[in-house]
T-cell receptor
Framework: AQKVTQAQTEISVVEKEDVTLDCVYE???????LFWYKQPPSGELVFLIR????DEQNEISGRYSWNFQKSTSSFNFTITASQVVDSAVYFC?????????????WGLGTSLAVNP | KAGVTQTPRYLIKTRGQQVTLSCSPI?????VSWYQQTPGQGLQFLFE???????NKGNFPGRFSGRQFSNSRSEMNVSTLELGDSALYLC???????????FGPGTRLTVL
């Protein structure tokens, strides 16, 4: 069965610290997609990144970076020099590639608080 | 381009009542998915509609139903409400063939 685990329920850091959010997934599929979404207090989920199972190249987007390692079934997310505006709940999600199926399996989220 | 909109944003109902939530996808998006978000269970997939047909369904009782109209707008209905149905209901739309889903602000349903 598919499963996404975000072991860190809450993280609190001081502004400008680097922080890594962990995500571990389980799937029997050989082709799948991984996602990170951000949910600020307003409630709307904001798409951050998508990764397919054949692309293990790490990605950097500004202060955000992602480390995908199939060997450990992990897709970790790092925020460098965190800012107060980064405070939100971050979700990791998995989607199997089965025809038109785009159902997302979600982790329970990591609540990040960045304090000034 | 306007984002995904959901109405109403907040709703208070009592046990046993039914409720209908509405979602308007981004223009051109023909796929609409619904998710339930609760503190205990997190985000759970309800169902997905594409071109007025339900294409995928999560593990929810038959009290949860949905439909999609020819203009891609979607509604979900919950009948015989239970206290445990209190949640944030999120709608997401995407382009056909795409994986990226765009989410609306959600409808916060409280069942008393």
């Amino acid at each position: 069965a598919q499963k996404v685990t975000q072991a860190q329920t809450e993280i609190s850091v001081v502004e400008k610290e680097d922080v890594t959010l962990d995500c571990v997934y389980e799937t029997r599929d050989t082709t799948y997609y991984l996602f990170w979404y951000k949910q600020p207090p307003s409630g709307e989920l904001v798409f951050l990144i998508r990764r397919n199972s054949f692309d293990e190249q790490n990605e950097i987007s500004g202060r955000y970076s992602w480390n995908f390692q199939k060997s450990t079934s992990s897709f970790n997310f790092t925020i460098t020099a965190s800012q107060v505006v980064d405070s939100a709940v971050y979700f990791c999600a998995l989607s199997e590639n089965a025809g038109n199926n785009r159902k997302l399996i979600w982790g329970l989220g990591t609540s990040l608080a960045v304090n000034p | 381009k306007a984002g995904v909109t959901q109405t109403p944003r907040y709703l208070i109902k009592t046990r046993g009542q039914q409720v209908t939530l509405s979602c308007s996808p981004i223009s051109g998006h023909r796929s609409v998915s619904w998710y339930q978000q609760t503190p205990g269970q997190g985000l759970q997939f309800l169902f997905e509609y594409f071109s007025e047909t339900q294409r995928n369904k999560g593990n929810f009782p038959g009290r949860f139903s949905g439909r999609q109209f020819s203009n891609s707008r979607s509604e979900m209905n919950v009948s015989t409400l239970e206290l445990g149905d209190s949640a944030l209901y999120l709608c997401a739309s995407r382009l056909a063939g795409d994986y990226e889903q765009f989410f609306g602000p959600g409808t916060r349903l409280t069942v008393l």
